[in-house]
């Protein structure tokens, strides 16, 4: 098991950068749940990919 035990400035970036990664998950997930649906009416329509999802996070 790993203790960390990170300074002030450390401890106060930590919560910030996890919020950041939960915020960014959430919303690929959300993204690619709406690219998904139309997929799964009409097959022929293509799936999404990591590189479409971070194309559009980039925008």
């Not at 035990?5 to 970036?13: D, L, T």
Request: hydrophobic residues 35%.
């Amino acid at each position: 098991m790993i203790k960390l035990e990170p300074n002030n400035r450390k401890a106060n970036y930590l919560p910030r950068a996890r919020g950041t990664a939960r915020f960014t998950y959430d919303w690929v997930l959300a993204c690619w749940k709406a690219q998904y649906e139309p997929h799964e009416l009409n097959p022929s329509i293509l799936v999404p990919n990591q590189y479409s999802l971070r194309r559009e996070l980039r925008q």
